[in-house]
């Protein structure tokens, strides 16, 4: 076999014009060395296909509940997965800090409420000529410092997960209270959960981390060359996940490992269909008319020198068409090419052809 397929090489008659190669095989030859051939896919123009991207959620979509105060976790009442509404508690704690900031908002109350009330005293009698007016000033100092402890120790309140209702319950009754209530802050899932019954945080230690998980976000890695093509409201769809978005931003910085640009989509429709943190190829519809892509098996491209090149069939055996890699894919790769679409590419046996290409067999 191995003189056989010698035999043929050196009987390729070649003839070169401009930057192709027209190579001479009979059908019989053809056969002899295992070449088969496929149709020529269907061409990609104005889109870029197979890009590398990851599922994220949009950072406008994601929010951490932490402690706001020193506790231990008495009850959790969610867990990761779990669909919640906004509102709705997902855990309590006991926190003798809020005891305590309880009773320092009615501390500040009474001192509120006695001041108003020196205020409305003084005021009268500076009406009635009995005080000064440098006393009514000092009076009303008072009372705006003592409304201003007050709504301080209200805002507080409301950081630490209490109502204005409760908050108002609390100055008319004055029962003080050591359960902290932590509530979502969105309608959207529990994603991560880091304290259990009984464990002891303090404050601003996170808890919870609720999502909401529509639309989701993507972000790819583009090739230089195809980030030229790109702007922003293109299309962007996951064929093998059914889900379409759109193009909303076109990074200005290139990563430093593999010479990428990162550009990022918003994802509405089929976003169900999907995972955050997961990996997918995405399509990227272009705005330029001036190229032709097309999706090519790596199998079907050949090296030579400096070039790359696909063996197109002819009526007397093959010609080279040099193509322009846009991005290369594990199984498929984008090029740039003049194909009139109706070709017929090799796919297999094409180590003979391109021995043929560079001039070597000859020499066995």
Do not use: C
């Amino acid at each position: 076999m191995k003189i056989i397929v010698t035999a043929i090489l050196l009987s390729l008659q070649i003839s070169q014009h401009s930057n192709a190669q027209n190579i001479s095989l009979t059908e019989l030859q053809i056969n002899k060395l295992g070449i088969s051939t496929i149709p020529l896919p269907p061409k990609q123009k104005g889109e870029l296909s197979g890009m590398p991207a990851q599922v994220v959620i949009p950072g406008n979509q994601l929010f951490t509940v932490s402690t706001p105060l020193a506790a231990m976790v008495e009850q959790t009442l969610v867990g990761v997965g779990d669909s919640v509404h906004k509102g709705q508690v997902l855990a309590t704690l006991q926190s003798p800090a809020l005891a305590e900031a309880q009773r320092g908002l009615l501390q500040a109350y009474t001192q509120s409420q006695l001041a108003k009330e020196n205020l409305s005293r003084d005021e009268q009698l500076w009406k009635d000529g009995i005080i000064s007016e440098s006393r009514l000033r000092a009076t009303q100092s008072q009372h705006r410092e003592a409304n201003a402890a007050t709504s301080e120790r209200k805002q507080a309140l409301r950081l630490s997960g209490m109502t204005d209702s409760a908050i108002e319950h609390l100055q008319t009754g004055s029962n003080l209270s050591s359960v902290l209530t932590l509530t979502s802050p969105i309608e959207g899932v529990i994603l991560e959960k880091s304290a259990s019954a009984g464990q002891r945080l303090d404050a601003a230690i996170p808890i919870f981390q609720v999502a909401k998980l529509a639309p989701l976000a993507l972000e790819i890695q583009i090739p230089l060359s195809g980030a030229q093509q790109l702007k922003v409201g293109s299309i962007v769809t996951i064929p093998a996940f059914d889900a379409k978005g759109k193009l909303i931003a076109i990074g200005r910085s290139l990563s430093g490992g593999n010479q990428t640009i990162l550009v990022r989509a918003l994802i509405h429709d089929g976003a169900a269909n999907l995972r955050p943190g997961q990996f997918v190829e995405a399509t990227i519809a272009t705005h330029s008319n001036s190229t032709t892509q097309w999706s090519l098996p790596n199998g079907s491209l050949s090296r030579i020198d400096s070039s790359t090149v696909v063996f197109v069939r002819t009526a007397t055996g093959f010609r080279t068409e040099p193509v322009s890699i846009v991005h290369e894919g594990a199984q498929n790769s984008i090029v740039n090419a003049k194909f009139a679409g109706t070709e017929q590419i090799a796919a297999q046996g094409i180590s003979a052809l391109k021995s043929s290409a560079m001039g070597i067999g000859g020499g066995e």
